[in-house]
């Protein structure tokens, strides 16, 4: 996730001037419902305090013992987000309210791909049976029941998941970083008519993994989407930095601007600290952010995408600090440009890695 400048322990001085990134905005849905298996389409539950996901253990709204379950999720982005937004990071926010399930299970978000209503309809009890669909709600057969049908029983959705969600037996969780979770939230932003949210499923292979989790009708829990993004011009950190052997530090990155914003032309200052001391090291730099990481060793993980693209070499103080920079091409287009600095260290695979930095060029 995007850190902020005041978690590492870059001095002010180098930092000022910089425009910072970090701008981060949590939404809640604009609609969620369930989507009931159901023969018929005639069970929903689109204004119910709770969304369901999973297959339960017993019958109910007309529906038959181990009938699957699964949430769709709407959210604004465009509206939320300034025109020209870069998204660099997102994660989903969920509260399991019960289950019968004795273990954790995983739930599966796919990119919904037609509209979809939420619809009024509040169930009785705590909802797991849905109630009488009425006009306008989506149910398992119906994205707006009674005469507009799903092209497939139990929604319309990518049939590669976006991420997933660890569902736990009680309790919140949020999605872990994925490129495909960015690309939505980014796609959404830039054309909001492709916006239909997310569907989230388990495998549906085992019967009662079902979690009662609680929707934006509920007074506390709600799914939230919080989504991380930079403007063109701007500067930022990302990712976690990495042990130095030996020592109880991590390897740490700051980045600074010149004043105002990032143009063509401009030089954007690099400040390694706390790193390998009195060592070789090199800035790498790469089109793009990984935001998942791609996990190198224990507690070290690269964020780069491929190609990377070799920067300068620099060598640490007896200190672990030193300085590099990158000077951005007259012309260059608003292109997210990502850094990361790897230093020789006495480890076992010989080298550690800091945090990244971002820049968007103007």
């Known amino acids: 996730m995007i850190t902020s400048f005041t978690q590492t322990s870059i001095a002010a001085a180098v930092l000022a001037g910089a425009s910072l990134a970090q701008s981060v905005v949590t939404l809640s849905p604009v609609q969620d419902t369930t989507l009931y298996q159901n023969a018929t389409g005639s069970v929903a539950n689109g204004s119910g305090t709770r969304v369901f996901i999973g ?36 994660a989903l926010e969920l509260t399991v309210e019960q289950t019968s399930a004795t273990q954790p299970t995983t739930a599966f978000a796919h990119r919904v791909t037609s509209a979809w209503l939420e619809g009024s309809v509040v169930a009785q009890g705590s909802g797991g049976g849905g109630g009488p669909a009425v006009a306008g709600e989506s149910t398992w057969l119906h994205r707006d029941y009674p005469n507009v049908l799903w092209a497939s029983a139990g929604g319309d959705f990518d049939p590669t998941p976006s991420f997933t969600v660890q569902l736990p037996l009680v309790g919140p969780t949020a999605s872990a970083p994925t490129a495909a979770l960015v690309a939505d939230v ?25 979690r009662r989790c609680w929707s934006r009708e509920a007074s506390s829990g709600q799914p939230k989407l919080t989504i991380s993004y930079m403007l063109p011009g701007s500067v930022g950190l990302f990712g976690q930095r990495c042990p130095v052997a030996g020592a109880t530090q991590d390897f740490s990155l700051g980045v600074g601007g ?72 007259i012309g260059a287009p608003s292109v997210l440009l990502a850094a990361q600095g790897v230093a020789l260290d006495p480890s076992p695979v010989g080298f550690t890695l800091s945090n990244a930095a971002l820049i968007l060029p103007q």
């Open 186 to 210: 980014q796609a959404w932003a830039d054309n909001p008519t492709s916006n239909h949210g997310w569907l989230l499923k388990t495998d549906e292979l085992q019967p009662t993994t079902a």
């Open 55 to 90: 297959r339960n253990s017993g019958g109910g709204g007309g529906g038959s013992a181990n009938s699957r379950r699964r949430a769709i999720v709407q959210f604004d982005v465009a509206a939320a987000l300034p025109a020209g937004a870069v998204v660099v990071d997102a």
């Open 258 to 329: 010149n004043g105002g914003p990032v143009t063509g032309g401009a030089t954007v200052g690099l400040f390694y600290v706390t790193g390998p001391t009195n060592s070789l090291g090199a800035t790498i730099f790469s089109l793009g952010i990984e935001p998942a990481g791609v996990q190198l060793f224990g507690g070290c993980a690269g964020y780069l995408r491929a190609p990377l693209i070799p920067g300068s070499t620099f060598v640490t103080d007896a200190s672990g600090t030193a300085t590099a920079a990158v000077t951005i091409p």
